[in-house]
């Protein structure tokens, strides 16, 4: 505003000296050495121009932007299917009496000998015995209970299958003597399952010390 008035004031000035010299420079000119008459005074105009200043402020906007960046999470979800195996198990059936009946015959077929009514042997074991009375008796007693030679239905409880058919074949040799080898014995040898049967009923305590019968 200060800039403004010195302006306007200086302009003023400048006015005023030119309208100064505008009526001075008239009589410098004029030829007359003399008084020329009169001369009409012409007021002086003072002319004022205004200046209108404006001041502009120059205003910069300035848009801010806020860039968003939008994120999406994701979960991944793995689905998980459980699978319980189910093994069927197949429910026995409840046995019948027939066929209680026919796993007891199963079983007496299977079984190495047979004793019913105390002293009933069954064919195979009883052959056995009339093995054992012709071959074996005279040393190890009538029924196997132990004479010269030892108790053999004691002897089957220590001694395996194989033991027993490896003594019959090739013989041993004791405390108290030695006990032949019957391997040459054709009778002996092809019988030996009959009297392994026969001694084991001695031995398991199925018949005791007594004749056999045949059942």
Known sequence: ????????????HITLGVAIIVVIMPMLQSN????SGAVPVV??????????????????????VTEVTEVTEVTEVTEVTEVTEVTEVETAATPTEESIDDTVKENEDNALYSVVDGNKLDANSYAGFKLYRNWCSRCHGTYGQGMVGPNLADSLKVISEKEFFDTVENGKSGTIGSMPAWKANVKVMAGRD???????ARSDGAIGVEKPKKQ
């Open 194 to 200: 009959q009297l392994y049967a026969y001694l084991m």
């Open 43 to 64: 007021p002086a105009v003072e002319v004022v121009e205004t200046v209108e200043v404006v001041e502009v402020a120059e205003v910069t906007e300035v848009t801010e």
């Open 1 to 12: 505003m200060n800039k403004t008035k010195a302006l306007i004031a200086l302009l003023l």
């Open 32 to 35: 007359s050495d003399g008084y």
